[in-house]
């Protein structure tokens, strides 16, 4: 399998793109705290924390359905958006090639 790309776009608007593997059983919270990004991920990936909340600027309807449990949890944050998930229900697979997204954490500043 190939590797994919995931586009970050950083707080001053510039694009920082990143491959990742698809065949690693990565999800794509664990993928962006192993670049060091800034997630913090508390609940270990099991949609009960939210603090790996991004926005899918771009490739949204791509992704896999959300479901009841990553709803839930996004509807508890104050910077939900319409193009909200949770990355760690995200598993890295080629419908996530070429996304961009913003890494908007738990609303919480
Ligand atoms: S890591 Fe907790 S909801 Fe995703």
């Known amino acids: 399998m190939q590797d994919i790309k995931i586009h970050i776009q950083n707080s001053d608007n510039t694009l920082t ?17 192993g670049n060091d990004y800034d997630v913090m991920a508390t609940c270990g990936g099991i949609a009960l924390c939210a603090t790996c909340h991004v926005e899918i600027v771009s490739g949204f309807d791509l992704l896999s359905e959300i479901t009841n449990d990553e709803l839930i949890m ?14 760690c229900q995200l598993h890295l697979n080629n419908n996530l090639n070429n996304i961009v997204l913003r890494i908007l954490g738990d609303g919480v500043v």
């Open 74 to 87: 996004l509807d508890t944050l104050p910077n939900i958006t319409d193009k909200s998930r949770l990355s």
């Open 17 to 33: 793109t990143l491959e990742a593997p698809t065949d690693m059983g990565l999800n794509l919270m664990e993928f962006l705290k």
